[in-house]
């Protein structure tokens, strides 16, 4: 079992759709979580990042983390064709190691 | 204001040669940290360096791969004796001092083993 699980989709949307990203991890030591974004052929890209439990809003986008359930989303509200891209969860421990365990990465595709 | 910057962008071996990769950590920060994608796969960490010093090498496969990040210069990620199961992205990220992990990526450098 990975510890980090992510649906790859691809996941289709109409412009303007509300995105609802998911993720599922079995460590309870993970207390810092990050989405990042990443285009085609391109490095990721950090989008939030949130310590413990709780929600955090950025733009269109908010995150939470529901430590209790092992499970983090990100929403992205008014979806637009430029956020079509892969998304990937990522996860790391008090450890400031800079290892980050990540799950496969979810590719949203947002239609016009 | 550059990113961190990685060449070459891509890199096409024959089995049995040496690939370099090279990252060149953004300005102010002093921590490098080696990722590896393969096709279908997420990123999985390969190794965390400082200046002259391997921090964590815990996702690195014991043979053939090795990093240094010298005092001057940019980090290298040596892979000895290719096989086709090393074709992948790797990336290269670095963070600043202290700062709770957030880690920031270059564009990859793609190898390809033929």
């Known amino acids: 079992q990975k510890e980090v699980e992510q649906d790859p989709g691809p996941l289709s949307v109409p412009e303007g759709a509300i995105v609802s990203l998911n993720c599922t991890y079995s460590n309870s030591a993970f207390q810092y979580f990050m989405w990042y974004r990443q285009y085609s052929r391109k490095g990721p890209e950090l989008l939030m990042y949130?310590?413990?439990?709780g929600n955090k809003e950025d733009g269109r986008f908010t995150a939470q983390v529901d430590k209790s359930s092992k499970y983090i989303s990100l929403f992205i509200r008014d979806s637009q064709p430029s956020d079509s891209a892969t998304y990937l969860c990522a996860m790391r421990g008090s450890s400031n190691t800079g290892k980050l365990i990540f799950g496969q990465g979810t590719t949203l595709q947002v239609k016009p | 204001n550059a990113g961190v910057m990685q060449n070459p962008r891509h890199l096409v071996r024959r089995r049995g040669q040496e690939a370099r990769l090279r990252c060149s950590p953004m300005k102010g920060h002093s921590h490098v940290y080696w990722y590896r994608q393969l096709p279908e796969e997420g990123l999985k960490f390969m190794v965390y360096l400082q200046k002259e010093n391997i921090i964590d090498e815990s996702g690195m496969p014991k043979e053939r791969f090795s990093a240094e990040f010298p005092k001057e210069g940019p980090s290298i990620l040596r892979i000895q004796q290719v096989v086709r199961g090393d074709s992948a992205a790797y990336f290269c990220?670095?963070?600043?001092?202290?700062?709770?992990?957030?880690?920031?990526f270059g564009e990859g450098s793609r190898l390809t083993v033929l």
């Open positions: 990220a670095s963070s600043p001092p202290q700062s709770a992990g957030e880690l920031f």
């Open positions: 949130t310590y413990s439990s």
